[in-house]
C-alpha cells in the first residue's frame, strides 16, 4: 500500500518559514519523482516544485523560485519543501506527489499517480 504521509504545515507571520515533509512508503522510491503542489482556498490546485529521481535536477512555479527549496533523501524516502520568505499569497493545502519515472519532469497534477492527504500553511500578514 503507497502512502505518502506530509508533515510541518501551520502558522507563521509572513516572512516566516517552514519546511514540509513527506515520508513515503509501499513504493521504489527511488524510481519515483517527486513534486509539491498546493490547493489555495477557492482555487485549483497547483504546481510549486519538482525533483527528479535522483536529486540532481529541480524545477519551480515562478512565484516560489529563489524562496523555495526542494530536496530529497532516498536513504529515508522522504521529501522537503522549505519555504522561506513566506507570503499571505503562499497560504493553502500543500500536497506531496509521487510519479513513476519517465524521462524529463512532470508539471501537471494529473500526471501525478499517487498522493499524500495534505498539510495546510498559513501565512498571517
Known amino acids: 500500500q503507497v502512502q505518502l504521509v506530509e508533515s510541518g504545515g501551520g502558522l507563521v507571520q509572513s516572512g516566516g518559514s517552514l519546511r514540509l515533509s513527506c515520508a513515503a512508503s509501499?513504493?521504489?522510491?527511488?524510481?519515483?519523482?517527486m513534486a509539491w503542489f498546493r490547493q489555495p482556498p477557492g482555487k485549483e490546485r497547483e504546481f510549486v516544485a519538482v525533483?527528479?529521481?535522483?536529486?540532481?535536477?529541480?524545477d519551480y512555479a515562478d512565484s516560489v523560485k529563489g524562496r523555495f527549496t526542494i530536496s530529497r533523501d532516498n536513504a529515508k524516502n522522504t521529501v522537503w519543501l522549505q519555504m522561506n520568505s513566506l507570503e499571505p499569497e503562499d497560504t493553502a493545502l500543500y500536497y506531496c506527489?509521487?510519479?513513476?519515472?519517465?524521462?524529463?519532469?512532470?508539471?501537471?497534477?494529473?500526471?501525478?499517480?499517487?498522493w499524500g492527504q495534505g498539510t495546510q500553511v498559513t501565512v498571517s500578514s
Open positions: 509501499g513504493l521504489a522510491f527511488t524510481h519515483y519523482h
Open positions: 506527489a509521487a510519479k513513476e519515472f519517465v524521462y524529463g519532469l512532470m508539471y501537471k497534477a494529473d500526471e501525478y499517480k499517487w
Open positions: 525533483i527528479s529521481v535522483s536529486g540532481d535536477r529541480t
